[in-house]
């Protein structure tokens, strides 16, 4: 399995920028637009994510809602599978599947369509189809644990969920039943 050079995860993580104090006082956002617009930091990501995940013999990537769906949608470019968009709610127009989960205040839903892994989840093989789930960032994991909830719930299968950046001291990859892999870690 390829991993970064000590060069390649700092591009990576110096293309990165930091605002504090957004979107609330307290929280150092992790603002991945100057990566995006960094296209050799963008590349070296991209390329490390093809390495990874090209013989995990995927059907599809599932993206979060919504700096998800850009490495998502980029990478089952690469690899030649499907993209499904997981959304936030009363975004998507067809049958859709829901998982509620808690925030600070209240909680929030994200929404796959039923059929988005093929019927019952299953590959054109009649297995549980092969999914990647793929976001920017992890903090408390509430998000990912209920979009690789629904994962499971159409009948597809979690192989992996995969960040860019995780923030460590929040553990947040603890409530995910699947393995979790992410590129740069912040303590
Ligand atoms: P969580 O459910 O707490 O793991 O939050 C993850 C979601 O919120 C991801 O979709 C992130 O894009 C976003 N998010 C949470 N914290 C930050 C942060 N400090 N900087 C940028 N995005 C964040």
Redesign the pocket.
Known sequence: MSSLTNEENTIILESIRNIPDFPKPG??????STLLGNPKAHNILMTHLENRYKSYNLDYIAG??A??FIFGAVLADRLGIGFVPVRKKGKLPYTTVAEK?SLEYGFDEVEIHIDAFGDNGLNTEGNPSQVLLI??????????KAAASLIDKVGAHCVEACFILE?GF?N?KEGIKAPVYSVLEID
């Not at 929280?27 to 991945?32: A, L, Q, T």
């Open positions: 929280i150092m956002f992790k603002d991945i979060i809602d700096r998800g989960y976001d920017d960032l992890i903090a408390t994991g509430g998000t990912a923030l929040l947040g």
